[in-house]
């Protein structure tokens, strides 16, 4: 690729001071993301992938290396607002409306009314809750939920999507529905998606390269890119190709000792 | 659903009604017999049972002596007049509302403060906690006198003392409040870059208001107690502690029974509808029907 890549790390290291001494949850972390990718980050709990998207989000600040989020640091890219972040949870704020927590970080980057309306029922639109917009969290099953803070990640058109095992509490059938959406979505928007996960087919289905990660220290042991075309029914999930590559990201994981001491 | 919780409701004020029978019975019953003896009366037992609920100056006046009490200075004088309990109560009532509303603002001003400066939450805390520990009894004729020096009476001391009663459920409450919000939501405002003030007003602030409620139901009963309290040590005029006390003064135990009732009324009054705001509220921010604070 000859652009320059839209995330890239260089020998990323980052070490919490917990009380029972240093916990390396990255060590020598080197990575590329290019504009229009849809990467993966698959590895066990404490391998670090969250605390990479995290790095990203400028939600922590590594100990060593450097990483660069649309040519400028995490910071300055927080506050060009170039990124949308989505959380395990919905963490929908309760007390709004759908339309209203979609809306609430325009608020506060100060859209006109009338565009944050515009904006919220666009971006609802794309996540299919068109017409949900009045109804509250409480209202709407998970799957919604979840889908409502796509929505608001997507509403001030960030050209990065974050999103830290947004699907991992749902149920699997829930599941598959979202990722062929969200694959949908991507095919629509053209945005970068660093997406967190711990399950294989998902990683396997969503992604164009997957990042392979294995804990204590947290690291990358491979990067798989992948040859699935992009057009992507679910069941070509029983494609020869598919199972090949899941075949490669678990032994990936084993190299990784990820199967150890679980 | 109120058919069914009338039952329950009507058996536990028999109950309780049924042994303030028999404790005025016992406490009255010496001093009658005593009162007959002298007067060389012999009383049959139903007698004497009739003249235990029917004294002037009881020990333990009977429900309905109290009721009757409460009757005729409720109903059957003019809210202006001197001997109307109406008259008395407006009195506490209004500095116990002036106290609670200031105390509120106070308490919510200091948790605001605590929460977004650490040095504040260093050095007011431990303040805010001893002030507490100082028995409102010491501290209420000392206001009061301090207040009346400098030419201030009435509802303005009273309502002081009411507000430093009420400021500390509501500044201890609104602490936790204000710092409720998950770590999810926080990260949340974080990645918008949102201002202090952002933070506060979009997410802290509602997150904080089933807390605020809460406290605001203990503050408004304990400004209660402030204000009467506050009418106690100089001999106040007017109000219910000022009841009270010309109610022991002269032995009229069914006067102080009556303001103690009066008290206990408007304290159950002001906390359901503190409890009816909050619910009220909570379902304007869209709160499932049974999930009210």
Known sequence: MTSPPVISANSLDLTFQTNDGPVHALSAVDLDIHKGEFVSFIGPSGCGKTTFLRVIADLETPTGGTVTVGGTTPHQARLNRAYGYVFQQPALYPWRTIEANVTLPLEIMGFARAEQRERAEKALELVDLAGFGKKFPWQLSGGMQ??????????????????????????????????????QLWARTTKTICFVTHSIPEAVYLSTKIVVMSPRPGRVTDVIESTLPKERPLDIRESPEFLGIAHRVREGLRAGHAYEEV | MIARSILPVLTVLGIILAFWYVGTVGMNWRVEAERFERMGLEKTTTEMLAATMAMDRPILPAPHQVWAEIQSSVFERSPTSRRSLVFHAWVTLSSTLVGFLMGTLLGILLAVGIVHSKVLDKSLLPWIIASQTIPILAIAPMIIIVFSTLGVTGLIPKAFISIYLAFFPVAIGMVKGLRSPEAMHLDLMHTYNASESQTFWKLRLPSSLPYLFASMKIAVAISLVGAIVGELPTG??????????????????????????????????????????????????????????
């Open chain 1, 146 to 183: 979840q889908r409502a803070s796509i929505a608001r990640a997507l509403a001030f058109d960030a050209d990065i999507l974050l999103m830290d095992e947004p699907f991992g509490a749902l149920d699997e059938i829930v599941r598959d529905h979202l990722n062929e959406q969200l694959l």
């Open chain 2, 236 to 293: 106040a005029t007017a109000g219910l502690g000022a009841r009270l006390l010309s109610g022991s003064y002269y032995g009229q135990t069914t006067q102080i029974w009556s303001a103690l009732f009066m008290a206990a009324f408007m304290s159950a009054l002001l906390v359901y509808a503190i409890g009816w705001l909050g619910g009220f509220v909570n379902k304007r921010m869209g709160a499932r029907d049974e999930a009210r604070a």
